[in-house]
Nanobody, 122 residues
Framework: QVQLVESGGGLVQAGGSLRLSCAAS????????MGWYRQAPGKQRELVAY???????RYADSVRGRFTISEDNAKNTVYLQLNNLKPEDTAVYYC????????????????WGQGTQVTVSS
């Protein structure tokens, strides 16, 4: 019922920047929380950044000061600005949105994007 489309991944040299976008479509009443996760080959998926509907943010220690999460509630879109990228940032990045459906019942939902590859060369 809620679909997420991610974009913005790619190949970049160390020190470069990328901006990831995650746009939600469907019958959404409100969003509670939005997050970006990543999964590198052979590793578990980890939280990279999180933003609540109130604007509170949280970052993994490994990306704090380099990555910035932001959102546009009017567009149901969450962004992740990745600066000063390092080879160890190479991973598939996934967005996850939580909120309530506009179905009259306020049914909660949690949806994941399909993932976008970020590759950082040294």
């Amino acid at each position: 019922q809620v679909q997420l489309v991610e974009s913005g991944g790619g190949l970049v040299q160390a020190g470069g920047s990328l901006r990831l976008s995650c746009a939600a479509s469907g019958s959404i009443s409100s969003l509670n929380a939005m997050g970006w996760y990543r999964q590198a080959p052979g590793k578990q998926r980890e939280l990279v950044a999180y933003i609540s509907s109130g604007g509170s943010t949280r970052y993994a220690d490994s990306v704090r000061g380099r990555f910035t999460i932001s959102e546009d509630n009017a567009k149901n879109t969450v962004y992740l600005q990745l600066n000063n990228l390092k080879p160890e940032d190479t991973a598939v990045y996934y967005c996850e949105l939580e909120g309530f459906l506009a179905n009259g019942d306020g049914t909660p939902f949690a949806s994941w994007g399909q993932g976008t590859q970020v590759t950082v060369s040294s």
